[in-house]
């Protein structure tokens, strides 16, 4: 598959059907993963995988977030707040959930430097599970639970859960949304 095809034609996948992913086929999504680039190649992020029973103790705990999506029912509207309850109480049946990590870091312009490598290695795990044919998505990690998250993950002191990428065989067919235009601006 061409680069730019994968860029163009991967889209975020929901819902799975839950069939778990041979182990060899993560490790190679996930070796992608580390051609990100990174400040000063400090290369910044750790992958925690999670499958069967110890993806259902991380499933339980995204679960909880369900009680803080009232907060928005006025900002998204009834309809969303029930879609997305639905999405997190099992995450779409995805059989694969990657908790990504990154060094807690107390100074701004470092911890954004990181936030946009993790979020460089995030688009690559993508990519490749695209090219492979395994679908995903990207959500933020929960900020209610990320105490809770951190633990099912076992996450080292001193590094925090900033993205969970959800991996699987996709039930759902992807549609085209529209894409912004006005996103350039040129200075000669």
């Known amino acids: 598959m061409e680069l730019l095809e994968a860029i163009h034609g991967r889209r975020s996948i929901r819902m799975f059907d839950g069939q778990p992913i041979d182990h060899e086929l993560i490790e190679e999504i996930l070796d992608s993963a580390t051609y990100a680039p990174s400040r000063m ?50 995450l779409g049946a995805a059989p694969v959930i990657i908790g990504v990590a990154s060094f807690i870091e107390e100074d701004c312009n470092v911890a954004r430097d990181y936030a946009v490598s993790v979020g460089a290695a995030v688009q690559n ?18 900020h209610w639970v990320r105490d809770r998250l951190s633990a099912a993950f076992g996450v080292k002191e001193g590094w925090e859960i900033i993205s969970l990428v959800l991996l699987g ?3 759902e067919e992807p549609h085209e949304r529209e894409r912004h235009t006005d996103v350039v601006t040129y200075l000669t």
């Open 41 to 90: 190649n400090t290369q910044p992020w750790h992958f925690h995988v999670v499958t069967g029973e110890a993806r259902k103790n991380v499933g339980e705990v995204i679960a909880m977030t369900t009680s803080y999506l009232e907060e928005y029912i006025d900002v998204l509207g009834p309809d969303a707040v029930e879609h997305a309850a639905r999405f997190y109480a099992d």
């Open 125 to 142: 795990v993508l990519l490749a599970a695209y090219a492979k044919g395994v679908s995903g998505c990207s959500i933020s990690s929960p």
């Open 169 to 171: 065989y996709g039930v």
